[in-house]
């Protein structure tokens, strides 16, 4: 073998140990950025476990990522993603140098928890999420993938303690920070679905532009074939009556052009039964201004549900601001006066201006 030739293996053999190195360090690396990263986050820190990463894939994992409340009595994380997939597109760096990436994170859980002080809540406010993202995951996200995720709205001291949440939630969200501009605009879609309290279809989907403030979006949902009593942990802790039978559907639909909101909500129960009186006035668990109250709601409920259809609707407008949307409580009361003397609502979308057309 010729001095060259030893030469040139050398550096072969020298560039594997290189790359092999490299390949060893760089999850340990990345990992402890990114946890220097996500440890001030403002009123929250994060924490991933594990990073795995395939070169020549362009491709690495996140395992077991979590963000916290720092200052807060909560016992569920803001944030867990057990496993985050981020792979790098090799097309659109070729052809214009730029790195794209797609993210699939895989059964993530996402809680927001209520209580009676600001210690026992956890709504994810006091951080700028998509400046922090966009550091975590410095690439432009073409598609984001949510399987068999988790929403979850929880209050540990009500009482009854309140668990309401979506799961088998799968979503698609496209064109998110390398969306075409359309019309001075940026149009990203977001697709998704999953299920109320494990049983209730939720379907819904959004356009909007992923680098504004969510000053012109459109958002539509629709969640039908509810069961009611499986909402009473809810319905006892924040209105005090609990429902003994019913089913219900729920539509809203709104659309935010230069930050005004516009839309409407529109729920439509069937068959509900709020009051018995063998339930709730001789039931020893339960006080007596308790009973008197279901009875109040229950009678109320009956004297203005469409007695034809045996169902109870509204549809309540959505106004203002996206800092500051509000509903027209008088508004909801007419509409429901509508609807006993008049006709009962179906759960379809209807144009968002209709009450402008009538």
């Known amino acids: 073998m010729t001095r060259r030739s030893k030469i040139g293996w050398s550096l072969l053999v020298l560039l594997a140990l290189l790359l092999l190195a490299v390949h060893l360090l760089l999850p340990y690396i990345i990992k402890d950025i990114m946890n220097r990263k996500m440890a001030d986050m403002g009123d929250y820190r994060g924490h991933v476990e594990d990073v795995d990463i395939v070169l020549w894939r362009g491709a690495y994992r996140l395992n077991q990522l979590n963000i916290v409340k720092i200052d807060g009595e909560q016992q569920v994380p803001?944030?867990?993603?057990?496993?985050?997939?981020?792979?790098?597109?090799?097309?659109?760096?070729?052809?214009h140098g730029a790195i794209v990436a797609e993210v699939d994170l895989y059964s993530p859980q996402l809680n927001f928890v209520d209580g009676d002080s600001e210690e026992q809540k956890q709504?994810?406010?006091?951080?700028?999420?998509?400046?922090?993202?966009?550091?975590?995951?410095?690439?432009?996200?073409?598609?984001?993938?949510?399987?068999?995720?988790?929403?979850?709205?929880?209050?540990?001291?009500?009482?009854?303690?309140?668990?309401?949440?979506?799961?088998?939630?799968?979503?698609?969200?496209?064109?998110?920070?390398?969306?075409?501009q359309r019309d001075g605009g940026r149009d990203a879609d977001l697709e998704g679905e999953g299920l109320l309290l494990a049983h209730a279809p939720l379907r819904f989907s959004s356009r909007f532009d992923p680098l504004g403030d969510w000053e012109n979006a459109?958002?539509?949902?629709?969640?039908?074939?509810?069961?009611?009593?499986?909402?009473?942990?809810?319905?006892?802790?924040?209105?005090?009556?609990?429902?003994?039978?019913?089913?219900?559907?729920?539509?809203?639909?709104?659309?935010?052009?230069?930050?005004?909101?516009?839309?409407?909500?529109?729920?439509?129960?069937?068959?509900?039964?709020?009051?018995?009186?063998?339930?709730?006035?001789?039931?020893?668990?339960?006080?007596?201004?308790?009973?008197?109250?279901?009875?109040?709601?229950?009678?109320?409920?009956?004297?203005?549900?469409?007695?034809?259809a045996d169902q109870f609707a509204t549809r309540v407008d959505l106004s203002g601001t996206v800092k500051s949307p509000d509903v027209s409580p008088w508004q909801a009361f007419f509409n429901i006066l509508r609807n006993a003397f008049v006709e009962a609502f179906t759960s379809r979308f209807e144009p968002i201006h209709k009450a402008a057309d009538e």
């Open 78 to 95: 803001f944030v867990r993603l057990p496993r985050t997939d981020i792979k790098m597109r090799l097309r659109p760096f070729w052809e």
């Open 123 to 180: 709504s994810g406010q006091g951080v700028d999420w998509r400046d922090k993202l966009q550091g975590l995951i410095p690439v432009r996200l073409d598609r984001v993938a949510i399987i068999d995720g988790e929403v979850a709205f929880r209050n540990f001291h009500s009482e009854p303690p309140v668990n309401l949440y979506v799961n088998q939630l799968q979503l698609t969200a496209h064109n998110l920070t390398n969306a075409d």
């Open 218 to 308: 459109d958002f539509r949902l629709r969640l039908t074939d509810v069961e009611l009593t499986r909402l009473n942990d809810f319905a006892t802790a924040y209105g005090r009556f609990d429902f003994n039978a019913g089913t219900g559907d729920l539509v809203l639909e709104a659309e935010i052009r230069d930050g005004q909101v516009q839309g409407y909500i529109k729920p439509l129960l069937r068959g509900v039964d709020i009051f018995d009186m063998q339930q709730d006035l001789r039931n020893p668990d339960k006080s007596v201004i308790r009973g008197l109250w279901e009875a109040v709601v229950g009678g109320g409920q009956q004297l203005l549900q469409n007695q034809r």
